[in-house]
């Protein structure tokens, strides 16, 4: 899929996931898991909405039978930024110190706790460990929590990764902090938890269990990256036979049950799916990497206007990160299709499988998510979310720095490159 082959390529994938454990009920078991660690004190980390289900607070009791005295912490903002984590971290080194860590609810929650473990465990700020060029990289000096991970939406896939996602206000970005250490030590998903889930959560973070899918399935492969030293070996380390089997499963759920999940939230076989899908994608992406619509969604969501979407809180204007990844992605997979014309229209038979093959292969993948997209009432392109042309030289320029991303791209993407993407993207029908 990459056009240049390196003198000395790489031979060595590597490949990290946390302990799993799926099913209706699985949550109640929590209690027990922490006690194998010898845990005794533990916050719950929530945000406000998934705490008026009670979820959060039901877990933190059901500890109590294990000798675990647990604390509920439902501050959590959703779509994380910079000012939402300082404000955890405070609270968490406040009223600590705490032996583990449970994150009830979406990515925002479970992102929230990482960097509230890594800053709770290791000295210094949120802005020494965010990737550069914003932030300085550090890599943490000591071991975290044990944090277990409870998402209460199917989507995100921060239950299997290393990944905490955030935006700088003052810089109006969207980067995050990726180490091995912040992967959690246990996923626990209960789809029963999100059964209650809007129909519009449901379509944007589906959206995201689709990108996470497409785009490491699509990824610049392992073995044509430069060899690296064990000691520079990271996380995204680009397809791999792996993360290509999660992939393609986490299509073949997402095929079979995105839309009625959609369409009948209380449909309890097609939220397992969901949920299952959510954790392949996450277990594919979370070693492979994901690459250029993720890196788009950073400043659509980074720079959001004016737009509620329907199912999320109501107060704050914003783009949720799902549904940002979503709308440049047909135009993306356009632009990859020649570094891997096979990997495309095989992605694009599992997504949509009773679909005829246009006469042009490349529209394929394309078209079969601008149909889904469609179908569960996605925005029309960046538009749709009140995006114009004016606007694209800063989207550009918050792409760009997002280079930890476009470096898994299977094509070299220059500026001019996503500047057509996200003109191409203003409408997508």
């Known amino acids: 899929m990459s056009s240049t082959v390196p003198a000395r390529p790489e031979s060595v994938f590597t490949y990290g996931a946390p302990a799993l454990k799926f099913g209706p009920g699985a949550s109640d078991e929590i209690g027990f898991d922490l006690s194998q660690h010898e845990v005794r004190r533990v916050l719950v980390i929530t945000d406000a909405g998934v705490a008026a289900t009670g979820a959060p607070h039901r877990i933190a009791e ?3 039978a294990f000798g675990i005295e647990a604390h509920v912490f439902d501050g959590v903002r959703v779509e ?3 000012v939402s984590l300082r404000e955890a971290v405070d609270h968490a080194r406040a009223s600590g110190p705490w032996d583990a860590f449970v994150a009830v609810g979406g990515g925002s929650s479970i992102d929230t706790a990482k960097a509230v473990n890594l800053l709770s465990t290791n000295p210094g700020t949120l802005m020494d460990y965010i990737n ?13 929590k044990p944090l277990v991970a409870v998402p209460t939406t199917t989507g995100t896939g921060s239950e299997s990764t290393t990944i905490c996602v955030l935006d700088v206000l003052e810089l109006k970005v969207k980067t995050g902090i990726s180490h091995a250490r912040l992967r959690p030590t246990l996923a626990v998903i209960d789809p029963d938890l999100t059964l209650t889930l809007p129909a519009g959560v449901t379509a944007a973070s589906g959206m995201d269990i689709l990108c996470h899918a497409l785009e490491s399935y699509t990824a610049r492969p392992y073995d044509t990256y430069p060899r690296k ?25 997402l095929a079979r049950s995105f839309r009625t999940a959609v369409r009948d939230g209380g449909d309890p076989e097609a939220r397992s799916d969901m949920a299952l899908a959510a954790t392949f994608a996450g277990l594919g992406f979370g070693n492979a990497g994901v690459h250029i619509p993720h890196a788009n969604a950073y400043p659509i969501a980074g720079r959001v206007k004016d737009f509620h979407p329907a199912g999320y809180p109501a107060h704050e204007p914003m783009v949720p990160h799902g549904m940002a990844v979503s709308l440049t992605a047909p135009e993306a997979f356009r632009f ?8 495309h229209l095989r992605a694009a038979e599992l997504l949509a499988p009773d679909m005829a093959r246009p006469a042009d292969p490349a529209e394929h993948l394309p078209t079969a998510i601008q149909r889904l997209m469609r179908d569960i009432g996605m925005p029309d392109g960046i538009g749709g979310v009140g995006y114009d042309k004016g606007d694209i030289p800063a989207l550009v320029e918050g792409a760009m720095k997002q280079q930890r991303l476009l470096a898994t791209a299977p094509r070299e993407v220059t500026e001019d490159d996503l500047a057509g993407i996200f003109d191409r993207s203003l409408s997508l029908w």
């Open 229 to 253: 030293r064990p000691e520079q070996r990271v996380p995204y380390c680009g397809a791999n036979p792996i993360s290509d089997a999660w992939s393609e499963r986490a299509l073949q759920l």
């Open 62 to 64: 059901r500890m109590t």
């Open 132 to 144: 550069a060029p914003v932030g300085r990289a550090l890599a943490p000096e000591k071991p975290l």
């Open 336 to 343: 990859t299709f020649s570094a891997g014309p096979e990997r």
């Open 80 to 82: 994380p930024t910079d």
